[in-house]
């Protein structure tokens, strides 16, 4: 298993110094706010994108105060979109601890998620960098696209993997190309090199996303969400968009039937996550995983040499083999 920590150890101080903060910049005096924001501070997760944010600055340069605002800025903005995710798709559960919407309703969720929300546009402002406020806002946008262009296809019943991954790009890819991007930029790296660290983070991002997907045709708690959740959202993801694209035609459409009619039974989904075994779904996601994982590789394999790109390629190790 991949040690986090020996991951974090070229950014030790700054990773420290972002966690308190993180902490500071999403305080609030009022009660049930303050109540809310610590029950997102204890579910929090392993802050995997400031991290990233952090190592990609060191592997460029000196990490600035600039790098460690961006870093808080950027894990402000993921926490928001996990509270609101969380509303959006009813989730009860994230990583096998309670939602902020399953502890309190949806109206408190919402509203911690916008008062955090809040909290890092004026964070960004503060730091009267242009690039820094254009490039959040442009996340911010892009995310909201991608969430909607997801129920969209899964309205639509989309088996195009082109535009899975499109979606894919705006849903989860564009947050972390940020975080790698942001850190360049905050090192005051070249043009040049903020676009490999901006390519690096988009890929780091399909490898996300896609291990994310397959995670969904396997029972375990420590992922947060039960088997068979994304089928029974209508989300058709690589697996099983790969089965419906190679099987026999007779037996595809017999399973685009079921998708139609979103005739989601317990059954029905069970046959659904065999049938996208059966026809190699998992194997196919799995080949795409890893050629993502090997171009995001040949980009920092291409920085000098020292113990920040070295963590760089664990990160990437992890964003690929994850287990939760």
Do not use: W
């Amino acid at each position: 298993m991949i040690d986090r920590l020996q991951i974090a150890n070229p950014v030790s101080p700054e990773f420290e110094q972002f966690k308190a903060d993180f902490s500071n910049v999403i305080h609030s005096e009022a009660p049930l706010l303050q109540s809310a924001i610590e029950q997102v501070l204890r579910s929090n997760g392993k802050h995997i994108r400031p991290l990233l944010l952090l190592l990609t600055a060191k592997a460029c340069g000196t990490p600035t105060k600039l790098t460690k605002e961006a870093a808080v800025i950027i894990e402000a903005l993921h926490t928001t979109t996990l509270i609101h995710d969380d509303v959006v798709d009813e989730t009860k559960h994230r990583r096998g601890v309670a939602s902020l919407n399953a502890i309190f309703d949806n109206r408190i969720a919402v509203l911690t998620g916008d008062y955090i929300l809040a909290g890092m546009i004026l964070r960004a402002a503060e730091t009267g960098d242009i690039t820094i406020i254009k490039t959040v806002a442009k996340v911010c946008r892009e995310l909201s696209e991608g969430e909607l262009m997801q129920l969209d296809n899964a309205e639509k019943h989309s088996v195009n993997e082109e535009d899975y991954l499109h979606m894919i790009n705006k849903k989860t890819a564009t947050l972390i190309s940020a975080c790698s991007e942001l850190g360049a930029i905050s090192v005051s790296a070249s043009p040049e090199t903020v676009k490999k660290c901006h390519l690096f983070g988009k890929y780091l991002g399909y490898c996300f996303q896609i291990k994310d997907d397959i995670f969904d045709y396997y029972d375990d708690l420590n992922i947060g969400k039960p088997t068979g959740n994304d089928i029974r959202e209508g989300k058709i993801t690589l697996p099983l968009l790969h089965a419906l694209q190679t099987a026999p035609e007779k037996e595809s459409a017999h399973y685009m039937e079921i998708i139609s009619r979103q005739d989601f039974t317990p059954t029905n989904v069970a046959a659904l996550i065999t049938f996208a075994k059966r026809q190699g779904g998992i194997e196919y996601a799995e080949n795409r995983l890893r050629e993502y994982k090997q171009k995001a590789v040949e980009i920092i394999n291409s920085f000098p040499e020292s113990d920040a790109r070295n963590s760089l390629l664990l990160l990437a190790d992890y964003f690929a083999e994850r287990i939760n």
